[in-house]
């Protein structure tokens, strides 16, 4: 398995500018997590789905923020309008019922 | 909902000592506790976890233990090496939200050759 998938590795925008990042869990794992990484807050849960479905998307620092899993191997976190405070690493990570999570690479997203 | 809380931030030690590494929660009803290793630049990675219905567990040269009634957990590295060096997480299960897991703050571990 070649582990979750996430793209892309890196991204540079400018501030206003729509990001995309994408996602794609382990094959079989039902769960998907979303994650911000900075120096400043640490690692912090921005929405988790189960199913397809989202369960808690109380991290979500605000509207700019979506994210969709329209199917069980794919999932998308959206920024729109980006700004400055929004570079960080975006991990994705992924699991089952026996609550394991194994994270993705990440994507270092810079707004400038 | 659940809390952890997770010392020391910083921990240094000289190769070939150990190394310890404590994190308490709040809830109770926690039953899943892992443990993340994370290299400079580089994803978290799952290195041992510890459900509630055991006290120890053991894999070479890591090991986790588990204090349900003082709802306590540690991690002990022995041997430490220079490349045990990284931030370590730990974790627990927020049943109250939903099964999602809620981190520590992190330690930064550094092993001095």
């Not at chain 1, 398995?1 to 890196?10: E, N």
């Given at each position: 398995?070649?582990?979750?998938?996430?793209?892309?590795?890196?991204e540079v925008t400018e501030m206003g500018q729509e990001v995309t990042l994408r996602c794609k869990p382990i094959s079989g794992h039902n769960s998907l997590f979303w994650y911000r990484q900075t120096m400043m807050r640490g690692l912090e849960l921005l929405i988790y789905f189960n199913n397809n479905v989202p369960i808690d998307d109380s991290g979500m620092p605000e509207d700019r923020f979506s994210a969709k899993m329209p199917n069980a191997s794919f999932s998308t976190l959206k920024i729109q309008p980006s700004e400055p405070r929004d570079s960080a690493v975006y991990f994705c990570a992924t699991g089952t019922d026996s609550y394991e999570q194994y994270f993705g690479p990440g994507t270092r997203l810079t707004v400038t | 909902g659940e809390n952890v809380e997770q010392h020391p931030s910083t921990l240094s030690v000289q190769e070939g000592d150990s190394a310890?590494?404590?994190?308490?929660?709040?809830?109770?009803?926690?039953?899943?506790f892992p443990w993340y290793k994370q290299e400079l630049g580089k994803r978290p990675?799952?290195?041992i976890?510890?459900?509630?219905?055991?006290?120890?567990?053991?894999?070479q040269r890591i090991a986790v233990t588990l204090n349900k009634t003082a709802k306590h957990f540690s991690l002990h590295i022995t041997e430490t090496q220079p490349e045990d060096s990284a931030v370590y997480f730990c974790a627990a299960v927020d049943y109250n939200q939903g099964g999602k897991l809620i981190f520590g703050q992190g330690t930064e571990l550094s092993v001095k050759p």
């Open positions: 398995d070649a582990g979750v998938i996430q793209s892309p590795r890196h | 310890v590494i404590k994190c308490t929660y709040s809830d109770s009803a926690s039953n899943y990675q799952l290195i976890d510890i459900r509630s219905n055991v006290g120890e567990k053991k894999d």
